[in-house]
Each structure stands twice: as C-alpha cells, then as structure tokens.
C-alpha cells in the first residue's frame, strides 16, 4: 500500500469512528450572527451537543441567504450553520425563561454568545454571576469592539461588514488607485462572503478548544473575549509591520502582492490562472520557458516597484494568453525535465461550480448532502480538517 492508498484508507468512515468531543454541552447563544454560530458549529461536528438559543420569533440569521433562495423555508447562509444542533426558543424579556437559560448556563460547559456589551450582565446571567455555580464553564463573548475599551459601549451590533472594514484589511484588498485618474471601482472592497465574521468564529473556536486543554488540567474554566475584527486584522500579513517601519500605508495593489512578484492571476485561452516564480531561480525558469532572456535579469526589487508590476504583468500575460492551462503545465514540466532550476506554481481559478464538479474534491469527500425536515435534499461544504481517528462530520441539519 503506498502513502496515497494509506490516507484514503485512514480517511475513510468518518462515520463510523468516535468524536472528540463528545459529551461536552455548548449553548450557541449567537443572535443574527454567523461568527458565533460558525465557532458553535465547529464544535458541533467534533461531536459537541450543542443548543441553539433563539428568540422567540426566531434567530434573523434564518433569513441570511442570497437572492432570497431558501431551502424547507430556511436561508442557505444559516442552514451551513445550522448543522449538528438543536433549537430552543425562549423570551428574555420573560423571567422564568431567563432562570431556565440560566440553568442551562450552569450546566453547560461552553456558552457563545454575541450580544452587545453588557446586556447579559443586566439580565443576571453574565458571566461572572453564572460562573460562582459552574466553576468549569467556558464562555465565549464574540463581539465587533470586544468587551471593553471606548468603543465597546457603543450600541451597535456586530456586523460582518463592520468588522472588515475596522480590520484595516478592507482599505488594502481591491484594485491599485490611479493617483492621477482614480476610477470608480479602485476602492477599499470587501471579501465576497463573510469572512471576518467567519475568521472571528475561526479563533473563538480555538480560543475554546485551548481553554478546554487548560481546564482539563485544572478544573477552572475562563470566559474568552473575540473580537471579529481583531480576529481578521491578525490575518492582514505584513501590513502592519511595514506601516511601523516605514511609517506610511500599505496600499492596493489589486492583483498584485507587495512582498512577492509574479504571484498573480493571469489570463490563458481556456481559464485564469494564477502563477507564483516569485524568487529570483523561479523568475528566470518562467522567463526561460516564455523565451523572454530579455526579462531574467530584473532583479526582485526591481520586480516589487509598483510601476514594474504592470508591465511586466502585461508582458507575461502576452505569454500565457496564447497557451491553454495544459500547455502551460506542460511547458513547466519539460522546463524542470531538461534540468531548468526553480520552481514555478499555477492553478487554475475555479467557479463554485466547477469546484463541484472536480474529481479531486468529491473523492475527498468535501461535499455533504443532507436531508431537510421537508424531505428535501442540501448539499453543504464537509469539514476541512481529515483525521484518522477523531474526524468531524456533518449529521444533520435543523430547520425547525
């Protein structure tokens, strides 16, 4: 058996083998908020049980969807969440359901809630007065200023837009500004789906699983306080550390990276590719196989000037905009077969769709298809990380 053969073989029956973290009971008190319950979710498909909390028309976030498309009457958006849990709703203007979450809260071992600042405190059922009859409890507070400092008590809620835009990784991601002639579209942009809520959730979901190490080997539990933007922001690269060295601001550069060249996107006859020859040995093997020696002696600083960037961009997309993704490939490989140092990367850009349809993916189990309470059928994106012995997976999805 070789090593391809093995890992398969390791990946395989998610279903049939035992869940990390069964046992543990999550209250995902996440309202009209994907980051808190995507963190909640992560849990869920280790094995947590995990309780939603809604209100009692029901979480907004049942409607999150695009172009108002619903599947057994529930947005898409929610239902990617909505997997592996169960869902109460309770009124907390009401007292006796506020004592009935609060002794859910005492049983729980991990409370996620994203409401603003303080509101729970008003209701007898924050953290630190829950904590006094549950000494174990872990509880997550995800909100867009954190729990503290000017800004916390500003009573906005948290938003997904909100958070990518104070994260300082909204202004750098979007075309390079023509100083001269700025056009309409070379503006901060923001990421195509929620991705700084889903980085906020990424990190509280972490911020758990290694509060769970700690009270394992203490008994003591702690609340955990994330900050979506702060979350996204600690993703942003260099940006920050070229701002405090240079003292000026990393901008737009669209297409293009500040730290590396060619690492770009690039038209071809059949799709769009991206290419990385970034190091010196890599860009004189690309310009080898392009039959530019004109081009192998731009060095790398000569590489990262912005002005730089364009032309050469233009004259490596006359290379590529002649050949098929294939050709490419194949050009690369015969580069690297007649002893041509360097290593150049491509990939081919997928739609969604052609994501789908890949081969590759399906045999890697990516895609989940579940049945809805309406006996209809969705199919969701599966878990990420494979594991032989303790792997996630999807079991179901409530709508109700």
């Not at 009124?91 to 005492?106: A, E, G, R, T």
């Not at 509101?119 to 507070?141: E, P």
């Not at 009270?215 to 933007?229: H, Y």
């Not at 993703?235 to 701002?243: M, V």
């Amino acid at each position: 058996m070789n090593w391809r053969e093995w890992a398969k073989a390791n990946d395989a029956a998610r279903d049939n083998k035992p869940e990390a973290l069964s046992g543990l009971f999550v209250l995902d008190m996440s309202y009209a908020n994907l980051s808190g319950s995507f963190a909640a979710s992560l849990l869920a498909e280790y094995g947590a049980t995990v309780l939603r909390i809604e209100p009692p028309s029901g979480d907004p976030a049942r409607n999150f969807t695009p172009d108002g498309i619903t599947a057994d009457g529930v947005g898409l958006s929610y239902l990617s969440e909505s997997r592996n849990k169960h869902s109460i709703r309770l009124n907390l203007s009401f007292q006796p359901d506020i004592d009935y979450l609060k002794s859910l809260m005492i049983q729980a071992d991990i409370v996620i809630e994203t409401n603003k600042p303080g509101w729970l405190y008003k209701k007898g059922i924050s953290y630190f007065q829950v904590k006094q009859n549950n000494k174990k409890l872990i509880w997550c507070s995800i909100y867009t200023y954190g729990q503290y400092g000017p800004l916390a008590a500003c009573d906005q809620e948290d938003s997904d837009i909100t958070d990518q835009a104070i994260s300082g990784i909204m202004y750098i991601t979007g075309e390079m500004e023509d100083k001269d002639d700025p056009k309409i579209y070379q503006v901060p942009t923001r990421f195509g789906n929620h991705m700084a809520w889903y980085a906020g959730g990424a990190w509280a979901s972490f911020g758990i699983m290694t509060a769970l190490y700690y009270r394992n080997k203490t008994g003591a539990g702690q609340m955990i306080d994330i900050s979506p933007a702060e979350g996204f922001g600690k993703l942003s690269n260099s940006s920050i550390s070229y701002n405090f060295c240079t003292g000026e601001t990393l901008e737009r550069l669209g297409k293009y990276d500040a730290a590396v060249f060619p690492y770009s996107y690039f038209p071809t006859k059949d799709c769009t590719a991206f290419i990385a020859a970034y190091s010196d040995v890599n860009w004189k093997k690309l310009c080898w196989i392009m039959k530019r020696d004109d081009l192998a002696g731009k060095s790398t600083h000569y590489r990262l000037q912005p002005e730089n960037m364009q032309t050469l961009w233009q004259q490596i997309a006359e290379w590529t905009r002649k050949k098929t993704y294939r050709e490419m490939l194949n050009e690369i490989e015969t580069a690297s077969k007649k002893g041509i140092a360097g290593t150049i990367v491509i990939g081919k850009i997928l739609t969604p769709m052609e994501t789908f349809n890949d081969s590759n993916w399906r045999i890697r189990d990516i895609f989940k298809q579940v049945s809805l309470s309406d006996g209809s059928i969705l199919v969701l994106a599966n878990q990420g990380v494979h594991a032989t012995e303790t792997p996630p997976r999807i079991k179901w999805v409530e709508t109700r």
